[in-house]
């Protein structure tokens, strides 16, 4: 599909959006959703809430390792392209000093290590949550344009193995949602 569209499976449905009333009554459906075994599932919500990715069972996020890594290897990058720039490839003898003077080269290394860790942080972020993706299937939902506003909601994808369009519904109205619907692939 590209860039900018998820890739989604062929299907009728999309899968399940419900609206639910306060951010509490997400949390706790969460834990349900959670509970009951689906592994294909998000919750929306306008800000965010304290715990709700413990309560979703989401694992740590592989972001941090990879800043970490990105900006170990600037600090390395940058020390070894001053080593070799100026004991190697351009020795200049400055009053009997050493051509290696680590100390001297503190700054360079310390600001090619933050720039590559912020490249990895915003780069990794968009790689690990597909964006840049200006289209998705929730955005056919009317009751969906007040997630970034006042309404809180789960959404279960139709390709979650436990998904059956009729069964989800009941579950999620269960759940004490005040509106659920099938969200249709295709508009």
């Known amino acids: 599909m590209g860039l900018l569209m998820p890739s989604l499976p062929e299907g009728e449905h999309f899968g399940a959006l419900a609206e639910l009333p306060t951010a509490q009554a997400l ?42 890594f990105l900006g170990l290897s600037g600090a390395a990058g940058a020390l070894l392209m001053q080593w070799w720039m100026s004991a190697v490839d351009y020795p200049i ?34 790689g690990f949550n597909q964006l840049p993706m ?18 809180f909601f789960i959404s279960i994808e139709a390709w979650d193995p436990q998904f059956d369009p009729h069964r989800t519904v009941e579950f999620l109205r269960e759940l004490g ?10 508009a």
Do not use: N
């Open 27 to 68: 949390y706790e459906a969460c834990e349900k959703v959670r509970d009951a075994g689906f592994t294909k599932w998000d919750a929306h919500t306008p800000f965010p809430i304290h715990g709700l990715d413990r309560a979703m069972g989401l694992k740590r996020s592989r972001l941090p390792f990879l800043v970490l």
């Open 93 to 126: 003898t400055y009053s009997g000093k050493p051509y290696f003077s680590w100390p001297a080269f503190v700054p360079i290394v310390f600001e090619l290590g933050v720039l590559c860790a912020a490249f990895g942080a915003v780069f990794g972020m968009f």
């Open 134 to 151: 200006l289209f998705h299937p929730l955005f056919h939902s009317q009751r969906f344009e007040r997630a970034s506003d006042d309404k």
């Open 177 to 186: 949602a005040d509106a659920v619907e099938l969200v249709p692939r295709r």
